[in-house]
């Protein structure tokens, strides 16, 4: 009983720093600043020669993906493909004069603010609105761009004629998420208002199958939607949106307090009206994305095709993160399993611990398996930065927050296939000797990992779809690369099902190999005896 309290002190001891050496065994992904109690907040860049960008690349003519540095492409932090457009144009003026090196982060919408408040990204420079709600969490520069609000809609649509927004009453319309946009459609009477979307390239699918109506834009990005998809018109409007300046205004995302801001205002005035109108009109022409006629299915080969790499490098992250995540956060859940299945002991000083030491236990399982992984993701890859000024990479935090999220899942697993063991093979270990390590290891979990095989099959199957949330901390998996491809060519539906295909050859995969792991596992049908003649 002695040695089976030390394993469980000692096995209850190794969780914690298990799952901080999870973070920091995925090649050098800690950056933490020496004697340092604190966020710098201000700015990355003020330690470095580097200036970072935070940006969707998805977002034409403002920003998006390509395969290569034409036409002034900046290369990806991190990654393979190059940022181009507008809002990269207007960065590589500001990093110039500054005097440092352009360095472009590859972020989801609702990871950007995040990740300048954490000191991720010195700046957000993704056409990006300096509203009053905006302004209450981050600070932003003079204007770079101002634009006017359109509706984008179907063409030979019932809308596409429209002169005033209030030809849209009774209509179906939505808008980017976390943008004065989705606000602005309040303002058509009667409009019916759909749930806000996380992007452009969903509400373009949306529009394009129906689903909606129209969804509310600026006017370059309408240009673009309608130059590149001859199905897509851009309403501009006689009677338009009643906005504020700092609403169709775009401006310089930067933190709070930061010494950038009269720096970047400085380098802004500095550019003429008549250079930032060449520059946009330049990204509307050299954006991404063939205007010609295509059959779907030739659009899926010119997809492939052309953007080949980048789904193969979005599959490889995938099956990298949500592999090592698997086998991480099974060992995790290997070692919570065994803890909390542990005996009670008999005397009352040792009941207590083993009491703390499962509670615990408890907590992480709880916690981890009652929140999604997304909201984990943000929590712990830009909580963390702020409240401790640790810098994880992404791709090492990425491992981490799958790994302990399995491990809380494959607990739970694991323990239900030590209960579902007979009793009678504990009591017979016990009779012959065995402590319970002996019997865990040498009875009990062969039996146990062979039967939890498949449920272990199917977390590996689901890590590997879960990771298209962890784009919100800049992991390029192969969603977000998909939407990437998607924004560009503005062919929604053939990106996706490349995708789609993609992923269902990876989980396929993974099923067709754990099968077969099982089926040797189990052995032949029949065994013989071979019995002794006398």
Not at 284 to 313: C, D, Y
Not at 318 to 328: A, K, Q, R
Request: proline share 3%; charged share 20%; with cysteine.
């Amino acid at each position: 009983m002695k040695k089976t309290l030390r394993i469980q002190i000692f096995a209850a001891l190794l969780i914690l720093p298990l799952l901080v050496g999870l973070s920091m065994s995925s090649g050098n992904i800690v950056k933490a600043a020496a004697n340092e109690t604190s966020v710098d907040t201000t700015s990355v860049s003020e330690n470095d020669n580097v200036f970072r960008v935070g940006m969707e690349a998805g977002y034409p003519p403002f920003n998006w993906t390509q395969n290569d540095a034409s036409n002034g492409g900046v290369k990806i932090d991190g990654n393979e493909e190059y940022a181009g457009g507008y809002d990269v144009e207007i960065a590589k003026i500001i990093a110039e004069k500054l005097g440092k090196e352009l360095v472009i982060v590859k972020t989801e919408w609702d990871g950007l603010v995040p990740a300048l408040q954490s000191g991720k990204i010195d700046a957000i420079i993704a056409g990006m609105s300096p509203t009053a709600e905006r302004k209450e969490t981050i600070d932003f520069t003079d204007i770079y761009y101002k634009s006017n609000l359109v509706m984008v809609v179907l063409k030979g649509g019932q809308y596409e004629n429209a002169t005033s927004i209030q030809d849209f009453s009774d209509a179906k319309i939505t808008a980017q998420l976390n943008t004065f946009h989705y606000s602005v459609i309040d303002q058509i009477d009667g409009v019916l208002k759909q749930t806000a979307m996380d992007n452009f390239p969903a509400m373009r699918v949306a529009l394009q199958s129906g689903i909606i109506d129209g969804y509310v834009s600026e006017r370059p990005e309408g240009v673009s939607a309608s130059a590149k998809n001859h199905n897509f018109v851009m309403v501009e409007f006689q009677e338009g949106f009643v906005t504020n300046e700092e609403d169709t205004a775009i401006s310089v995302g930067v933190a709070k307090g930061s010494d950038l801001t009269p720096k970047i205002n400085e380098i802004l005035a500095g550019v003429s009206q008549e250079q930032r109108q060449q520059l946009m009109d330049d990204a509307i022409k050299n954006q991404p994305g063939s205007e010609a006629e295509q059959t779907s299915l030739s659009w899926v080969v010119s997809i492939i095709k052309e953007n080949g790499p980048m789904f193969l490098r979005g599959a490889g992250m995938t099956l990298l993160v949500s592999m090592i995540g698997t086998v991480l956060g099974f060992f995790l859940g290997l070692i919570v399993g065994v803890v909390k299945t542990i005996p009670v002991p008999v005397k009352r000083g040792k009941r207590i611990l083993q009491k703390i030491i499962n509670a615990l236990l408890s907590i992480y399982v709880e916690i981890f398996r009652g929140t999604p992984m997304i909201v984990q993701a943000m929590v712990i890859y830009y909580g963390s930065a702020l409240a401790f000024g640790i810098h994880m990479n992404p791709v090492g935090a990425a491992i981490f927050i799958v790994s302990i999220n399995t491990g809380a899942y494959m607990s739970e697993i694991i323990r239900g296939g030590i209960v579902s063991i007979d009793k009678g093979q504990f009591e017979a270990a016990e009779a012959i000797g065995m402590n319970h390590f002996q019997t865990m290891s040498n009875v009990v979990l062969p039996q146990v990992i062979r039967n939890i095989l498949p449920a272990t099959g199917n977390e590996f199957v689901i890590n590997i779809k879960d990771t298209s949330v962890l784009n919100v901390i800049a992991v390029t998996e192969l969603y977000f690369q998909t939407k990437s491809v998607a924004g560009n060519n503005f062919r929604y539906f053939e990106s996706f099902f490349v995708a789609c295909v993609i992923y269902f050859v990876m989980t396929f995969t993974v099923t067709r190999i754990l099968r077969y792991l099982e089926k040797r596992l189990d052995g032949p049908a029949n065994y013989s005896m071979n019995q002794m003649q006398v």
